[in-house]
């Protein structure tokens, strides 16, 4: 089998900590565990395929933007640390990498389908940013095929939060994240923050398989009265409740973000997030 190569990226600056080129790391291709579930098809009955990143060796760039909520530090502090292995994207933590406040162990890669000045939530603010919405859909089904590999310190997620058009407009949907350390549980939440017209609900999903070192399929159902978690074709669970305005998707890994424990200095394991595609739909 041949090998294939992992494309680097760290941000704005495209190098190295150290300066330099790009780094380029040959590898090859694991065969699949025997429990892993397959891609699926890219078309879905009842569905019309509205937006999609396949991650074969870039990103969309019509899609995605690579600095994490960028109003509340640097750009350097913001930008992902994101490479792509096997035609899939890598977003990783790396120890050379800044963390995301000059005053907090926190440190973050992330891309999303839009950015603008003080969204989600609200935070005390570095500076102001250009309004980047690239996808903000109301109501679809969305779709990732992931493994997350988080631990005590470290953690991953597919998630949503509203576009703030208004100020209640910031609801949070937590599709899959993934805190660690039990490799077989995940959240699937709906955090109403400021919005009244919302209902929380936090929900521990237990699955039987390792969702650190399988890959398998998360998906969102969203329409105007429910959102239903998805595992693998089959659901799960159903929240009555609904955000009811245009959302940013998040594809994100942290590591020291305050509430999933500490990082274990002496554990060397990859700090990666890795996703094989993401495909939005709209009713057909």
């Not at 150290?18 to 009955?45: I, M």
């Not at 859909?137 to 703030?164: C, D, M, N, V």
């Not at 159902?221 to 009555?240: G, H, P, R």
């Amino acid at each position: 089998m041949s090998p294939e190569r992992e494309s680097n990226h760290i941000g704005r600056r495209g190098l190295l900590a150290g300066g330099g080129a790009l780094a380029v790391t040959a590898l090859l291709k694991p065969s699949a565990s025997a429990a892993e579930v397959p891609p699926n098809p890219l078309q879905k009955p009842g569905w019309t395929l509205d937006r999609h990143d396949e991650f074969n060796g870039s990103l969309d760039s019509s899609l995605w933007v690579t600095k994490y909520l960028e109003s509340r530090t640097t750009a350097e502090r913001a930008s992902a640390r994101y490479g792509f292995r096997n035609n899939a994207l890598i977003l990783r933590i790396e120890d050379s990498q800044p963390t995301y406040y000059p005053d907090n162990p926190m440190k973050v890669s992330s891309i999303q389908t839009g950015q603008k000045t003080g969204l989600h939530k609200t935070s005390p603010l570095d500076h102001s940013i250009p309004t980047q919405m690239k996808y903000t859909p109301k109501y679809g089904y969305f779709e990732i095929r992931a493994k997350t590999s988080a631990r005590s310190g470290l953690h991953a997620a597919f998630w949503a939060i509203g576009t703030q058009d208004s100020a209640g407009q910031n609801a949070e949907i937590d599709i899959l994240e993934d805190p660690g350390p039990n490799p077989n549980q995940f959240l699937f939440n709906l955090h109403k923050w400021s919005d009244p017209n919302v209902g929380e609900s936090s929900n521990t999903i237990t699955t039987g398989f390792d969702i650190n070192t399988e890959m398998h399929i998360y998906a969102l159902e969203w329409n105007a009265s429910q959102i239903k978690l998805y595992i693998d074709n089959n659901l799960v669970k159903t929240i009555n409740s609904s955000p009811a305005y245009n959302m940013v998707f998040l594809l994100s890994i942290y590591e020291n973000a305050g509430w999933t424990g500490t990082v274990d200095p002496t554990d060397t394991r990859p700090k990666e997030f890795v996703v094989d595609y993401f495909r939005a739909y709209k009713p057909a």
